[in-house]
């Protein structure tokens, strides 16, 4: 078995897939994800599986060692770490930091590295000379680990699972809510045009949907987009989507392999973006860009997922329009004015 580089997601990926006696598609089969999706992830190209739980449990892995590199790998780790041991007596910042660290896996040293603290900061907080720290949120994160539990204390497995939602960008119940709300709000504006043909067509019949340009100014009003009397003809949608989506053709290879140039993608302005989905965005110069969202602790982020391109990662910044969901595909041979 050749060496695998176990530092980052695609090596431990490969290395857990084959001690496993594993095939890609075996594996995708296991977790319930795509073959390609597989591939991506253990090239590097892809950074972050939407169903990590279910591909760690296919691997018979821990989830922290799946995606961090850290605690041992085997999915049976708590029985290596005392995780019977009662919240009651972790009664302390000291004791708390010191205990989150051991079941990393990690030394004071390397705490230190991944939280930008020294290792003097890290020894003298667990020794308890130090009381507290500003740099709490960065210690939790290194740690995977809410801030609130290292300060406080209280429900570990809880805080654990609070820290990977955050780490993997998973809302809340209260979050998904807020987000449902805001969905149901923005279809009440909606204009609804009795008389247009899209409400004329039989049930189930294929909508023949605008093609919008790049640079149309249109795009600065999503939900009106579809109107635009600049469009570059038309095709059917053999996708479900609201009444106000719109084709756009790939212009450039950004999205490789995944969307080629030219293929025509389904744009859909009244879906809620969420972690993980490819959107088309306008920028605070309107100049209009095609990526992957996503959201992190620190805020959002389109990704570029051709492996060429030098810089793949760009924040979306304050002002920044998100156009529209990508919620389908057509390939360059079908896709035709």
């Avoid at 169903?51 to 041992?72: K, N, T």
């Avoid at 000379?129 to 809880?158: F, Q, S, V, Y």
């Avoid at 899209?198 to 605008?210: E, V």
């Avoid at 490819?278 to 997922?305: A, K, M, S």
Wanted: charge should be positive; include cysteine.
């Amino acid at each position: 078995m050749k060496p695998f580089d176990l530092t980052t997601l695609g090596g431990r990926i490969a290395f857990a897939r084959k001690t496993q006696k594993l095939t890609q598609a075996e594996l995708a089969k296991l977790a319930g994800i795509g073959q390609s999706s597989i591939a991506l992830l253990e090239s590097g190209s892809t950074k972050a599986p939407q169903r990590a739980l279910e591909l760690a449990q296919a691997l018979q892995v821990s989830l922290e060692w799946l995606l961090h590199g850290e605690s041992p790998p085997t999915s049976n780790s708590s029985k290596l770490t005392p995780d019977l041991i009662q919240d009651s007596k972790l009664t302390s910042l000291a004791v708390r930091l010191a205990f989150r660290r051991e079941q990393c896996g990690l030394t004071q040293a390397q705490l230190a590295d991944k939280s930008g603290l020294s290792q003097a900061t890290i020894g003298n907080l667990e020794t308890g000379r130090n009381k507290g720290t500003k740099r709490i949120l960065e210690l939790a994160l290194a740690l995977h680990i809410t801030p609130e539990w290292l300060l406080h204390g209280g429900n570990l497995n809880a805080a654990k699972g609070n820290a990977l939602r955050r780490d993997l960008a998973v809302p809340t119940s209260e979050q998904r809510l807020e987000r449902e709300m805001q969905r149901l709000l923005s279809m009440q504006v909606i204009p609804v045009e009795t008389k247009s043909p899209r409400n004329a067509l039989p049930a189930n019949a294929p909508l023949t949907l605008p093609i919008i340009d790049w640079f149309d100014q249109a795009l600065a009003t999503p939900l009106q987009t579809y109107l635009s009397h600049e469009s570059r003809g038309s095709f059917p949608s053999p996708f479900k989507q609201s009444p106000s989506s719109f084709w756009m053709r790939v212009p450039t290879d950004v999205m490789s392999p995944e969307y080629q140039e030219n293929d025509l993608i389904l744009v859909d302005p009244e879906l809620l973006a969420r972690n993980n989905d490819d959107i088309v965005v306008r920028d605070t110069n309107g100049t209009p860009e095609f990526g992957r969202l996503r959201q992190t602790f620190d805020g959002r982020y389109i990704e570029i997922l051709n492996p060429l391109y030098p810089v793949r990662m760009k924040r979306l910044e304050k002002g920044s329009v998100v156009v529209g969901v990508v919620n389908g595909m057509v390939r360059q041979p079908r896709a035709r004015d």
